[in-house]
């Protein structure tokens, strides 16, 4: 999975230049490292989270994607970023998922933004018995400094397969972490 998703970063490396938020957090059962792209036009998403809960096989579920994000113009205040994402998932068996959806960033008063983010793929998307994935997360950051910044909020990632005894959540609770913009 590692090797996959280096050699989609290292595809990707001319999007890597574009500005991006990085955020490492954990949740009561779930850690999480994500790179969104911030600003206008495209730029790089990786996304890795891991369970802390074993499935059905006796592993620690993950979910490991990269994908490119388009930021589109909007009004001032608000950030508008749609794309897609590749997944390799490892939960009760392994699988990949073709992600599309986006994310909607406010900024807030006192260096504060609130941010929603969405991606699915749906079974023609998706390999061997996963019927759909879905990818949550709804927060807020707090940058005291320019470039760091103290996030908490909520995350959700599902696996949905075609035999429900195996679909899992690999995250679905609260966070905190910390992020970094460059």
Not at 14 to 36: I, K, Q
Not at 100 to 111: C, E, K
Not at 134 to 152: F, N, Q
């Amino acid at each position: 999975m590692t090797r996959y998703t280096l050699l989609a970063a290292l595809l990707a490396m001319p999007f890597a230049a574009h500005a991006g938020d990085t955020t490492l957090a954990a949740g009561s059962e779930y850690r999480f490292v994500t790179r969104m792209p911030t600003g206008l036009g495209p730029g790089l998403a990786l996304d890795y989270v891991k369970s802390d809960n074993k499935d059905k096989l006796g592993d620690k579920p993950s979910f490991g994607a990269a994908g490119i994000m388009v930021g589109l113009p909007v009004p001032m205040l608000l950030r508008v970023d749609v794309g897609g994402k590749l997944v390799y998932l490892e939960a009760n068996g392994q699988a990949t998922a073709a992600m599309a959806g986006g994310r909607l960033t406010v900024d807030l008063p006192m260096s504060t933004e609130a941010f929603v983010h969405g991606f699915y793929a749906g079974a023609g998307a998706s390999s061997g018995t996963v019927k759909e994935v879905i990818d949550t997360m709804a927060g807020v950051r707090w940058s005291p400094l320019k470039m760091v910044g103290i996030e908490v909020g909520y995350r959700m990632v599902e696996v949905k397969r075609e035999d429900g005894r195996r679909n899992i959540k690999l995250a679905d609770g609260a966070y905190a972490g910390v992020s970094a913009a460059f």
